[in-house]
């Protein structure tokens, strides 16, 4: 069975920095495109960032461009999400996802089939 599972939420004051981590399991991601999404309370779930799991290709939203880094360590089957310069509006419940690579460029959660169970960061002003 396949299994995301995100790590490394926590509160951070504005400007600060955190690393989630997402731990995938259960089958290999060969060819696939992992994403990070977010989602506010009372907010639609978007788009943050995603990256190609066996190829060189990195996206992200335009809200966190400059501040957010992509990676991945394929030996260790775990995507990272850098924040840097968090702000308040950085506020929310982060996923992990897994799509096939056709949806690449496309942003929309519907596309991602495989999900993790979510990690709060929570950004004070």
């Known amino acids: 069975q396949v299994q995301l599972v995100e790590s490394g939420g926590g509160l951070v004051q504005a400007g600060g920095s955190l690393r989630l981590s997402c731990a995938a399991s259960g089958r290999t991601f060969d060819n696939y495109v992992m994403g990070w999404f977010r989602q506010a309370p009372g907010k639609e779930r978007n788009f943050v960032a995603a990256?190609?799991?066996?190829?060189?290709?990195?996206r992200y939203a335009d809200s966190v461009k400059g501040r957010f880094t992509i990676s991945k360590d394929t030996a260790k089957n775990t995507v990272y999400l850098q924040m840097n310069s968090l702000k308040p509006e950085d506020t929310a419940v982060y996923y992990c996802?897994?799509?096939?690579?056709?949806?690449?460029?496309?942003?929309?959660?519907?596309?991602?089939?495989?999900w993790g169970q979510g990690t709060q960061v929570t950004v004070s002003s």
């Open positions: 996802a897994a799509t096939r690579p056709i949806y690449y460029t496309n942003d929309w959660p519907e596309n991602y089939g495989t």
């Open positions: 990256i190609r799991w066996s190829a060189i290709g990195t």
